[in-house]
């Protein structure tokens, strides 16, 4: 289970996604809930951890999503852009960049660190992304993404079916 993961360790493959309740921002501004494994009912979710709002690397991380948004929202993928940046500061990413999916705040880091995508070293969430499916359970974890690598890109999409 994922409890039983050490700190800093990234989730594998058939661990149970750890459960969370944190607040995000839509484009508009708007404050939401979101909720695991809740979200995951719902259909597969693909939640991209990024370290800090308006940095171009990871301002890159999340536009690589953003583009291929439709697609991944047609095959009833939900994304979530999530790390340790408070509401406000997501707020003006969401006003700045207009991402079609949300932003979770997980200001306490407590979410960032169960799913093992903290830096300690940098004291902010590592660039990863972690599937999760409708079981509720990790299919698919990249512990160190990096947006300009086209062969991680497209094993996210592999992992999801849509390649």
Partial sequence: MADEVAPGSPLCVGDDAPPFRLPAVVDGGEQIEVVMPAAAAQGPVMLVFYQDDGMPICTSELKAFAQEYDLLSEAGVQVFGINTNG????????????????????????????????????????????????????????????????????????ALGLV
């Avoid at 990413?93 to 880091?109: M, T, V």
């Avoid at 990863?128 to 094993?155: M, Q, R, S, T, W």
Wanted: proline residues 6%; hydrophobic residues 40%.
């Fill in 87 to 158: 509401l406000g500061s997501h707020a003006r990413f969401q006003e700045r960049d207009h991402y079609p999916f949300p932003l979770i705040s997980d200001f306490q880091a407590e979410t960032v660190k169960a799913y093992g995508m903290w830096d300690a070293s940098e004291r902010k969430s590592k660039r990863g992304v972690v599937i999760v499916g409708i079981d509720g359970k990790v299919h698919h974890v990249v512990p160190h993404f990096n947006p300009g690598n086209l062969a991680g890109f497209e094993e996210i999409f592999r």
